[in-house]
């Protein structure tokens, strides 16, 4: 038999607390951190329509939070769960342990989360603070959300973040690199074989090396910098707004890099590994804009540029050698 909340007579039976202990929940992952996450709203609302009680407890949830107000966010609810004085005064006591339930879990607690892409592919996430985080292809990153700070280990890849603002809590990137700390701004990192690259572009951000203590830098919209493979910070310089994350719209764009590092790039949308022979081929600088994933377009504009060959070894593996040792 159900028991309603206004028969002060009877006690919560085992399935009655346990339907409003979901309310209580999902009204805290409501009110907590800015709403709702998109991936868990189709979850809530099959809650919703599975069963009218559901609803209704929902409903009895939301009005004992806007009753309680500033009440629930002081102790006096804990006082009130001691209070055995009549059935009413026990009845008051249930309406504030619910409403202690909510504050438990609206209370900020230490929150882990890992974001990956698999290769070939971009994903967009969306975390419980607001801020968003875009992974470009073959990246991996993992979340740390608490009261004091909103913190990232920056695992590999390439990803742009677009920070909800709090003061309260800086937003935090750790590289194996450096650290990049913010308020809250956009700006996009990127690990390299000889460190890692940031680009600014909007708001201040600051960084410093892991290994030398006494270089950081703060950056601000339309400034890149990097924190190289030894430590020491590259010198900040200007870059074109405009192709700040050029790859969410599939583009990559290259300024004077290396054919390995470019190289490497392309790897990241594709399946098969491609080699370059022998190290000035490797270090020599390429600058252009290719599509993401599209080989032959890339193949035929380094034949262009470059007296080499690209030779197709089997369906896993291409090579990329000057004219005159292989290759056709």
Request: proline residues 3%; glycine residues 6%; hydrophobic residues 40%.
């Amino acid at each position: 038999m159900r028991t309603n909340l206004k028969n002060h007579s009877q006690e919560m039976d085992p399935d009655e607390f346990e339907e409003v202990s979901m309310a209580a929940q999902w009204f805290a992952r409501h009110k907590r951190d800015g709403g709702l996450p998109l991936d868990e709203v189709s979850a809530f609302e099959e809650w919703l329509a599975a069963d009218p009680v559901h609803r209704a407890e929902y409903a009895k949830i939301e009005s004992t939070y806007a009753l309680v107000g500033k009440l629930a966010e002081s102790e006096v609810e804990r006082s009130a769960l001691r209070f055995r004085y009549s059935k009413v005064i026990t009845a008051v006591a249930a309406c504030l342990a619910i409403a202690c339930l909510i504050l438990l879990i609206l209370k900020p607690r230490e929150q882990h989360f890992e974001f990956s892409s698999a290769r070939g592919e971009v994903k967009e996430f969306t975390l419980r603070d607001g801020s968003l985080i875009m992974l470009d292809t073959d990246s991996r990153l993992a979340v740390t959300l608490n009261e004091e700070e909103r913190f990232v280990q920056f695992i590999r890849g390439r990803a742009v973040f677009d920070v909800f603002t709090d003061p309260d809590r800086p937003f935090k990137v750790e590289t194996g690199d450096g650290l990049i700390r913010v308020l809250g701004t956009r700006f996009e990192v990127q690990s390299r074989i000889d460190g890692t690259e940031l680009f600014v572009e909007k708001g201040k951000v600051s960084m410093r090396s892991a290994t030398h203590s006494d270089q950081s830098q703060l950056l601000t919209a339309g400034q890149k910098s990097a924190i190289q493979i030894d430590g020491t910070l590259a010198r900040v310089e200007s870059f074109d707004l405009a192709s700040f994350g050029s790859w969410r719209r599939g583009e990559l764009v290259f300024q004077d890099l290396p054919l390995a590092e470019v190289v490497r790039e392309m790897e990241r949308y594709v399946e098969q590994r491609i080699t370059v022979r022998t190290e000035s081929l490797r270090e020599t600088l390429i600058s252009g804009v290719f599509r993401a994933g599209k080989l032959d377009e890339f193949f035929s504009a380094i034949r262009t540029a470059l007296p080499v060959s690209v030779t197709i070894v089997s369906d896993e593996e291409i090579v990329i050698a000057p004219k005159t040792t292989a290759g056709f």
